[in-house]
């Protein structure tokens, strides 16, 4: 009787095809609770601990936030509170964020909340990318709280006046600029593909503008990948 090769044995194919559906479901499994560790926010007690999360709590409204490169990683990464030399945060350097910087976690968790619902409402994903989602018809916001164009000295800011729900002019920051923009898009016209009026109230603009500063304090492992090479923006040239 001529020796069957093991190729063509169904047995074999049999046994492979469940210890691969095996091996894969326990893979899946594991990776599921590794992503949900991953992309759990984090608290008011980490930031004041120095313990990093990809994900930070919501009190990193009170914090300065930049973008730097990490030599170890090899591309940039989202300092909070100053650089301790190393690419690391050392979540100490704070900034005004509508003339706080003592956001509680209540109050920040809130403001957060708002600005999400505002951006869901809104549909700001029918023309922006947030996150990776959304559309390529407007900028990607993902980290549009570090785009250079709303820094002191950038384009942006200078073209706003920004005021208040009375009317009445504010003190220039770049949260109250993007405020201004987003209440009156059509005033500043700074694309030709212009942002409509949506109807933003003052509220609803500190909301969002609260969940950009949020999104760009999200560790992202370099997304957007061209957002460094901005003009002008962190080793952008």
């Known amino acids: 009787m001529a020796k069957k090769s093991v190729w063509t044995d169904n047995r074999f ?10 091996f894969s479901a326990v893979l899946l499994i594991w990776l599921t609770f590794d992503s949900i560790g991953q992309i759990s926010m984090g608290s008011d007690a ?12 919501p009190t990193v409204i009170n914090y300065k936030i930049t973008y730097e490169m990490s030599t170890k990683r090899g591309h940039e990464v989202p300092i909070i509170g100053g650089n301790d030399g190393k690419g690391m945060s050392l979540f100490q350097e704070k900034e005004t964020f509508f003339g706080r910087d003592d956001w509680s976690e209540e109050e920040a968790g809130a403001l957060l909340h708002l600005g999400k619902l505002g951006s869901q409402t809104k549909n700001c994903m029918n023309c922006h990318t947030l996150l990776g989602n959304g559309a390529y018809y407007a900028p990607d916001l993902t980290k549009s ?14 073209m706003t006046n920004p005021s208040d729900e009375n009317g009445n002019l504010l003190p220039w920051s770049k949260e109250q600029a993007m405020a201004e923009f987003l209440m009156h898009p059509s005033t500043y016209p700074t694309h030709a593909r212009m942002m409509p009026n949506l109807g933003i109230t003052y509220e609803e603009a500190k909301g969002i503008v609260a969940f950009l500063k949020h999104m760009s304090s999200i560790d992202t492992n370099g997304f957007p990948r061209n957002f460094g090479k901005m003009k002008g923006a962190v080793h952008g040239k």
Do not use: F
């Open 46 to 57: 980490d930031l004041k601990n120095g313990i990093t999360k990809r994900v930070p709590g």
């Open 145 to 158: 709280w570090l785009d250079p164009a709303w820094e002191k000295e950038g384009p942006m800011q200078a």
């Open 13 to 22: 194919w049999q046994r492979s095809a469940a210890w691969i559906t095996g």
